[in-house]
Every structure is written in C-alpha cells, then in structure tokens.
C-alpha cells in the first residue's frame, strides 16, 4: 500500500534477479499515473548513494524529455541545456530525436563470468519518419552521425539491422520495436561514426558497448586517465566523445 492507501499493488509473477510483475490498483478518483508523479520517487541509479531530492526531478531529466515510458534518464542527454542545443544547431549540425524507453536493458549488470552468457533485456524505442530520413540524407551527404549515449546506438544499430535484414534500401527502419541487441567488441557498426558517453560501471554492458565502438585496450587507458585526473564517473559525471 502506497501513502495512505490510495493506491495498491500485487505481485503478479516474480522473475530472476529481483524482476517483478505488478498490478496497480487505485483507490479513489485519481489514475494510477497521478498517483506515480504525487507519490513516487525518483529513480537514481544505485551508485547515487543518497535519497532522492525534490531538484532530482528537474536534474535527473533531459531537456527533451516528452513521453513517459522510461524507467530513467539516458544519462548522456543530461549534458545538454536547450542554450547548447541553440549553439549546436549555429554551427550547422542537425539534431534528430528518437523515442527512448529506458530499461533494464541499460541498467542490468553482467552476472554471468563470459559477456556470452548475459543475457540482454529488450528496451523499445520509436524511430520517426523524419529522422530515418534525415539520417539517410546525412550518409549519402558524407556527414558523420553521432549518438548521444549508448541506448541511442542499440536503438540506431537495431533500426539498421531490421534495415538489413528486411532488404530495405534505407539506412534505418523507421518505426517502434523492441532492441534486444547486445554490442560486443566484434560488432559491426552500420549507423553510428561518433559517440558521446559517460564513464561507466564496470561489469555493464554499457562498457562492453563503449569497448566494441571503440576498442577495448583504447578505452581502458582513457578510463585509467579519468581515474587518475578526478573525472566523475556515471549518471551525473563527465563524459567523453568518441569519433
């Protein structure tokens, strides 16, 4: 029972590695999703090591944030103000959007002792028209295209793959689906020429993403770099850019 029993939930089913299924049942006039944004917390990562602030639902939020559906924040995003987004664009780069849904995808570590045994959740995203397009327009123009954080290059790479294998004629599928693709060193890159990251945990996936785009003994000697300069890792830290 949540605050003073106007809204309840039931475990359904119970998955491996804490995963749960509930249902949500309101209690009064108000929709569960009222209820989330009046009585829930924000959700920073672990290694945040301290409560949620009320400054967190403003801080931990891109300034592009539209839809819900996100379980958190694609933590790259954090770096820009709408001021550097204007800057940006002044210098005659196009910024595209796609659609996010923030999972266990980003955030469940590696259990396993071989990054083969992992076992990748699926995180849906949404691939408009406009940005297939223009995403097509700036390859055929010679233009590099750079992603802002790794769930933006599962989301790319996957739209590509679907490209592929569908015998389409363009860069990306548009549209929404489901990305289960785990990038390993090894991988082959079809969309993504630049990369703006943070600093992550080890054991992620994120790192072996990191690893594949850019070579797993490359970015180990910048992380021991950042360590040794004082660079502050994760969510609310620094972040590099990889071309």
Known sequence: MFGEGELEAEILSRGQLGLRTLRFISHDQQSISQHFERL?????PPYIERADETSDRERYQTVFAKRPGAIAAPTAGLHFSNEIL???RARGVEICEVTLKVGLGTFQPVHSETLEGHVMHS?????PKETAARIQAARHAGRPILAV????VR???DAAL???ES???NLVLAGAADAQLFIVPGFRFRVVEGLLTNFHLPRSTLLALVCAFAGRERVLRAYEHAVRAG???YSYGDCMLIR
């Open 40 to 44: 829930g917390h924000v959700p920073l």
């Open 86 to 88: 204007e800057k940006i």
């Open 123 to 127: 995180e849906g995203y949404e691939m």
């Open 149 to 152: 954080g790794t769930t933006v």
């Open 155 to 157: 989301a790319l790479e």
């Open 162 to 164: 679907r490209a592929a």
């Open 167 to 169: 015998g389409s004629s």
């Open 231 to 233: 660079y502050r890792f």
